[in-house]
C-alpha cells in the first residue's frame, strides 16, 4: 500500500510526464546520458525489455522496462533506482524513499528541459500548455466593482418585487373581504 501511495504521488507531481510515451531508442539514450552524468565512473545499465503483466524494475546494473507501459516518468522511476543504488546518501534505506523521490524529480526535470523525446513529449507539453492557455482564456474576466454593484441591485430590486406582488395580492384580497362586509352591513339596515 505504501507503494502505491509513493506512486500516486510521483503522478501528482509529474503529470507532465506520465503516460507520455516514449521509444526504447529514447529511453536508452536518457539512460546513458543520465548514467554519465549522476553516475561517472559507472558502465551505464544494461537494459532490458519485457512486456505483458512482467514489473518494471531496476538496480545498479540493470534496469528492466515493461515496453507495453512505458513511460517517461516510468524511465525516471527506474533509473532512480540505479542511480540510488550505486550511491546512496542513506546508508540504510527502504526502496521508495524521500531520497529516491528527489532523484526522480532531477531526472524529470531533465527530461523536460532537455526535450528528450524527440517525437513526442516537445508536442505533448506544448499542446498541452496550450489547453491550459485556453482554458485560462476562456474564464471571463472578474466582475468590476461596478458590475459587482449591479448585480446586487439586480438582486435587490428582484426580492423587492417579489415582496411588492405577495403584498398587492393580500392588499386585494383584503379589499374584497371589506367590500363584501360593507355590502352585508349595508343590506342588514
Ligand atoms: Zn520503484
Not at 529511453?27 to 525489455?49: F, K, L, M
Request: charged letters at 35%; hydrophobic letters at 35%.
Amino acid at each position: 500500500m505504501a507503494h502505491l501511495k509513493y506512486y500516486e504521488d510521483e503522478e501528482k507531481r509529474w503529470p507532465e510526464l506520465n503516460r507520455i510515451r516514449c521509444s526504447e531508442s529514447e529511453a536508452n539514450e536518457a539512460i546513458r546520458a543520465w548514467s554519465s552524468t549522476h553516475t561517472p565512473g559507472h558502465a551505464p545499465p544494461v537494459v532490458v525489455y519485457t512486456s505483458g503483466n512482467r514489473i518494471s524494475h531496476a538496480y545498479a546494473r540493470r534496469i528492466v522496462l515493461n515496453r507495453d507501459c512505458l513511460d517517461w516518468l516510468l524511465v525516471a522511476h527506474e533509473f532512480a533506482h540505479v542511480w540510488q543504488d550505486r550511491d546512496s546518501r542513506q546508508p540504510k534505506r527502504v526502496w521508495h524513499d524521500s531520497e529516491h523521490a528527489e532523484r526522480v524529480d532531477i531526472l524529470c526535470r531533465s527530461i523536460i528541459r532537455e526535450g528528450w523525446d524527440r517525437q513526442g513529449l516537445a508536442e505533448t507539453l506544448a499542446r498541452r500548455e496550450n489547453a491550459r492557455r485556453d482554458r485560462a482564456a476562456a474564464k471571463p474576466p472578474p466582475p468590476s466593482p461596478r458590475q459587482l454593484k449591479i448585480m446586487r441591485r439586480r438582486e435587490q430590486v428582484a426580492r423587492l418585487g417579489r415582496k411588492v406582488k405577495a403584498l398587492t395580492t393580500r392588499l386585494k384580497t383584503a379589499q374584497r373581504s371589506l367590500r363584501a362586509l360593507e355590502r352585508l352591513e349595508g343590506e342588514a339596515k
